[in-house]
């Protein structure tokens, strides 16, 4: 079937440190791989995506590689901030055919000034 | 352009009662997929509506049951309400092509669930 395994949280990083949360995934055919972020109280937002393999999705910093032969798609940022403390999930859709989107537990950032 | 809104905020029932939650999907938007998200945990999906017919379902039992309208706006109902049904409720609206195709969804703010 298909799933998503993320880095569990809670991860608290003090200002501009830099940021990994790792994502691996496991799919039947050929997925496109998202990143989502809830702010406190919210919903989700798509923060980046990417649908092929070696496609590097981007948004606001945050940067996630899609590695086909490690069947992963980690999150990347290179100085967070107080502003980016929310919880970040994983998620993959099979672009060919119904499936929903399909996602990971989540992991909270916390970031400290 | 209006997003997608969710109504109500905030609910709170007991044990055995149902309940309908309601959303509208963004404009030009004429499918709606529903997701449970419980404390904690990512959202999982219950099901999805194209052109007013169900096209999709995840694994949640008979008494979680959905509409969608001519005007692509939805409702979630769920009957005898359980503890365990306590939750974010998330509603996300795409645009298809047709019932295979898959395009971006834009989610709602959610209605949160609590069951006594």
């Known amino acids: 079937g298909n799933s998503v395994t993320q880095m569990e949280g809670p991860v608290t990083l003090s200002e501009e440190a830099f940021l990994t949360i790792n994502c691996t995934y496991t799919?039947?055919?050929?997925?496109?791989l998202f990143w989502y972020v809830q702010y406190p109280g919210e919903g989700l937002q798509l923060l980046l995506k990417?649908?092929?393999?070696?496609d590097k999705g981007s948004n606001k910093g945050f940067e996630a590689t899609y590695r086909k032969e490690t069947t992963s798609f980690h999150l990347e940022k290179g100085s967070v901030q107080v502003s980016d403390s929310a919880v970040y999930f994983c998620a993959l859709t099979i672009s060919s055919g119904n499936t929903p989107l399909v996602f990971g537990k989540g992991t909270r950032l916390s970031v400290i000034a | 352009e209006t997003g997608v809104t969710q109504s109500p905020t905030h609910l709170i029932k007991t044990r055995g009662q149902q309940v309908t939650l309601r959303c509208s999907s963004q404009?030009?938007?004429?499918?709606v997929s529903w997701y449970q998200q419980a404390l904690g945990q990512g959202p999982q999906f219950i099901f999805q509506?194209?052109?007013?017919?169900?096209?999709g379902r995840g694994n949640f039992p008979p008494r979680f049951s959905g509409l969608q309208f001519p005007n692509y706006s939805s409702e979630l109902n769920v009957n005898a309400l359980e503890l365990d049904d306590s939750a974010l409720y998330l509603c996300?609206?795409?645009?298809?092509?047709?019932?295979?195709?898959?395009?971006?969804?834009?989610f709602g703010p959610g209605t949160r669930l609590t069951v006594l």
């Open positions: 509506y194209y052109r007013e017919e169900e096209n």
């Open positions: 990417a649908t092929k393999a070696d």
């Open positions: 404009s030009g938007h004429n499918t």
């Open positions: 996300a609206s795409s645009s298809r092509r047709d019932r295979s195709s898959y395009n971006e969804q834009f």
């Open positions: 799919a039947t055919g050929y997925p496109s």
